[in-house]
């Protein structure tokens, strides 16, 4: 065998010799043109001849200089890049493959040139066409394909054509395993009996020629042929009285005699060794099959999760059936949930889907094994679109079908009664590997999930804050599940759903979103969201394109999404929803996790509203007893008012009388006791007694005085005023006496006092009264305040007058008889307790209030109140 070092000389000489620009040698393996050796031509430009010469017209030319045995050439296609403009193409005999030279011409000389060297690379004469058989011993038997290629391009070296196919036999159906100048062939199932020509052919086990314009020319099975052909030729391969397959060859003149002979001698040569590479191929799918139980054992038990399991069961499979159109379906442990298993463009793909209404229910209700020869017969409609045998096995556990494994191809008849014993025998232990493993899956899930709602049972028992429950929720779930959203709304008394807790590594992105889209709600009500919030039933979807119920945000779109409702027996409290960017992001483990937590969390979200309720009855209990307790308050305060009113009265009705009967003897002592005086000598020895009964008889007289001002309060002629006035003329008299008895007068009269409807005499002897008072319980001296201020109380506007002293003070006892009449606290000091009195009458017919705040021993303050 030529190295590849050597023929790249050898295209080097030839190129230099005939002054072309570049060369390659290039064969045809399964359909499709690879380069063995190559010239003066760089990796990319090797590249771009290699995507021209997978053009069809390109292709078309390169076979037909084959199967013709003669050099042809052509333009090279604008645009390619290549340095020569033309091609030119040499075939090797005996051979599929041709070196390919790229020249801008090439001279008579310079053909024969390359013509000597495909008759060297061809390894004997070019005259011979001896047909090469394919040698069992080479290696081939274990490549059916590659060896059936062979055989084909025996058959066309030996008769040239412009195309050729070879089909097997498999059932009813003939299966085109290699194709010459006709890719489009490459893999198709021709079913016999649906074609006339190929039913022909299978009954009479003799070749069939159809020459254009036959009836039958347009039934040919593989078409349409080119204009320029002009006959077809079927050639059965024959065993004993049994059709094992069909070699086509087609071209554009009539085969003669002797290219017949050669064809038929052909078919009768190589039928026996394609039934023994037919045969072996059988053998070692049969083999490897039944190595499958052995790689079930050794690798399919050892998965330690379902993913896992399937995945390697698939691989087993795909290399077993040589196919990898596989499906399998698991339902969940509760019936809800079902996992879609399939292998598509090389690599599995994991979806859990809800089980109702799904396609796959009633096999797995039928729970039956089928094999199905040809599913466009049968009608049945298969998982992956264009396949024709299927075989559906079930997965029973206990008796119980837990799912259900689907294998398909895209011939018919692909698989045996032996294959449907054998997947029945996997298929029964791997049920209980699928149910050990999912049961271990599940366990593993509770656990975490029962961390899970340990964890917030701790953070959250004996919260009474919804908000709060729901925000430590939110972020522990996105912790603990590595979830990028989980979102708790709860519903308020208005029936309204809001987000109170949200975690995860897109939470700023979804409240961005809400944020930015006024009316852009969280729960939207013909969505995932909305229906949930609606029925209380949970929802799982993996593939959100699939769930008609999905409704994304603007600004953030999930692939994945579970909610489940927070209830209360029938009421609902509230929704948890988790979402995933990614697809299949969620198990039906999470779904159960969700579940549970769920319970938990309306539990404590109930408890929280009941507390709630509770804390608001109470709050409002309180508000009620300080309400009562003002308005008793109050009607104490009048019910004094208006005691005190009758006992000053009384009082003064009384004090009236008295008045009245003591006034007129008092005149007539003090009179006469003046005139007396007047006449008695000053040394007289009754004139100290005398002087003592005329101070006496004025002391009763003004003792009568007050007691006349306190029954008629004087005659009333009130004005506006301005009460700061009142109080200078009060300090302006008092102030020497202020001095004289060691007191310190701090006066704090507002700039923007209001004017006040006031009798200015009566509300001076107000201030004397309390002034004199505040003297008298400061004996050593002290600190006296006065200070008038604008306020408001009862939602009405007020004027005050202060006095305030740091006397002895007043004992709590006494503070609620200080204004009754005749009560002092001065004893034997001469205090007539008619004072105060006699001020709380004035300060109340003024329409106001005086209040008093006092301790012992730190003094008191007297606060008049006056309407403006």
């Known amino acids: 065998m030529q190295t590849e070092t050597s023929l790249e000389s050898q295209l080097k000489d030839a190129a230099q010799l005939s002054e072309a620009e570049w060369a390659v040698l290039a064969e045809r393996v399964g359909g499709a043109w690879l380069l063995r050796a190559a010239y003066h031509l760089t990796r990319s430009a090797q590249n771009e001849l290699m995507s021209i010469m997978t053009r069809p017209s390109i292709d078309a030319w390169l076979c037909g200089a084959l199967s013709g045995g003669h050099s042809r050439s052509s333009s090279v296609p604008e645009g390619s890049g290549l340095s020569a403009s033309r091609f030119f193409a040499f075939p090797v005999s005996g051979t599929s493959q041709a070196i390919v030279v790229g020249a801008d011409k090439q001279t008579v000389n310079a053909q024969r040139v390359w013509k000597l060297t495909a008759s060297l690379l061809s390894g004997h004469s070019a005259v011979p066409n001896q047909p090469f058989l394919p040698d069992l011993q080479s290696g081939l038997a274990s490549d059916l394909p590659l060896a059936i290629e062979k055989v084909l391009n025996t058959i066309v070296q030996t008769v040239p054509c412009q195309g050729a196919w070879l089909a097997i036999r498999r059932g009813e159906s003939l299966d085109i395993q290699a194709e010459w100048n006709d890719s489009k062939a490459k893999n198709l199932s021709l079913l016999i009996d649906t074609n006339p020509i190929l039913r022909r052919v299978n009954r009479s086990l003799t070749e069939l020629i159809i020459p254009r314009g036959h009836p039958n020319w347009d039934t040919l099975p593989v078409g349409p042929m080119k204009p320029s052909t002009k006959v077809w030729v079927g050639l059965p391969l024959v065993i004993g009285q049994r059709l094992i397959g069909v070699i086509a060859l087609w071209r554009q003149n009539e085969f003669s005699r002797n290219e017949l002979g050669q064809l038929r001698d052909l078919a009768s040569r190589v039928s026996p060794s394609v039934e023994v590479l037919v045969t072996f191929s ?61 292998m598509l ?10 089980l109702a209404g799904h396609s796959i229910q009633p096999v797995l209700k039928e729970a039956r094994v089928r094999r199905v020869m040809d599913a466009v017969k049968d009608g049945l409609v298969p998982v992956f679109k264009g396949a024709r045998s299927v075989l559906i096995v079930p997965l029973k556990y206990r008796g119980q079908a837990i799912g259900v494994l689907i294998i398909e191809n895209l011939h018919a008849e692909a698989f045996s009664q032996y294959d449907e014993h054998l997947m029945v025998v996997i298929t029964s232990h791997m049920a209980g590997l699928i149910e050990y493993t999912r049961l271990r899956e599940e366990a593993e899930g509770r656990a975490r999930s029962l961390g899970l709602i340990h964890e917030v049972v701790q953070q959250v028992i004996g919260l009474n804050d919804k908000k709060e429950v729901a925000h430590i929720t939110a972020e522990l779930v996105a912790q603990y599940f590595k979830y990028e959203l989980a979102a708790i709304l709860l519903v308020d008394d208005t029936g309204t759903f809001s987000i109170q807790g949200i975690g995860g590594t897109q939470a700023a992105t979804v409240q961005k979103a809400l944020a930015d889209h006024q009316n852009n709600e969280f729960i939207i009500s013909d969505g995932v969201t909305g229906y949930v919030s609606r029925t209380g039933e949970s929802v799982l979807t993996n593939d959100t394109n699939q769930e008609k119920l999905y409704k994304p945000i603007k600004g953030w779109e999930a692939h994945s999404e579970i909610c489940v409702a927070l209830k209360d027996g029938e009421n609902i409290l509230g929704i948890i929803d988790v979402e995933s960017r990614e697809q299949n992001a969620f198990s039906h483990n999470d779904l159960i996790a969700m579940e549970s937590l769920a319970g938990i969390l309306a539990s404590v979200i109930s408890s929280a509203n009941q507390y709630q309720k509770l804390q608001e009855t109470i ?133 923007s006092l209001p004017w006040v409807s006031i009798d200015r005499n009566q509300m001076k002897q107000v201030l004397l009264n309390l002034i004199h008072n505040a003297l008298q319980a400061m004996p050593k001296g002290g600190e006296l305040f006065v200070n008038t201020a604008s306020a408001v109380r009862a939602e009405r506007d007020w004027v005050i007058m202060a006095v305030k002293d740091s006397g002895i003070g007043i004992l709590p006892a006494n503070q609620d008889r200080i204004f009754e009449p005749f009560f002092t606290t001065k004893g034997d000091s001469g205090g007539t307790g008619l004072g105060l009195s006699v001020t709380y009458g004035i300060v109340t017919d003024h329409g106001g209030s005086i209040d008093i705040s006092s301790e012992p021993d730190k003094g008191s303050t007297f606060t008049v109140w006056l309407p403006i």
Do not use: C, W
């Open 282 to 342: 059988e053998m070692a799918a049969h083999l490897r099959r039944l190595g499958l139980l052995n790689d079930f054992v050794l690798t399919v038990s050892s998965a330690q999760s379902l993913d896992q399991v399937a995945r390697r069961m698939f691989g087993l499979l795909a290399r077993a059936f040589n196919t990898e159109l596989i499906a399998l379906f698991l339902r969940s442990s509760d019936g809800r949930v079902l996992r879609d298993y399939r």
């Open 345 to 354: 463009e090389g690599k599995l793909n994991v979806l859990n889907v809800s």
């Open 619 to 751: 709050r409002q209990l309180r508000a009620i007893e300080i309400e009562l307790n003002s308005r008793m308050e109050a009607q104490r305060s009048a019910e004094n008012r208006l005691i005190q009113a009758a006992k000053l009265a009384a009082v003064g009705e009384m004090a009236a009388g008295i008045a009245h009967e003591l006034n007129n003897p008092l005149t007539t002592v003090t009179g006469f006791s003046e005139l007396v005086l007047e006449e008695l000598p000053a040394d007289s020895a009754h004139r100290d007694d005398l002087e003592m009964v005329l101070r006496e008889a004025r002391r009763a007289s003004d003792v009568v005085h007050r007691l006349l001002d306190f029954s008629r309060q004087g005659e009333r002629i009130r004005t506006r005023a301005d009460l700061n006035e009142v109080v200078n003329d009060v300090i302006a008299l008092t102030r020497h006496l202020i001095q004289t008895n060691g007191v310190n007068l701090t006066l704090d009269l507002s700039d």
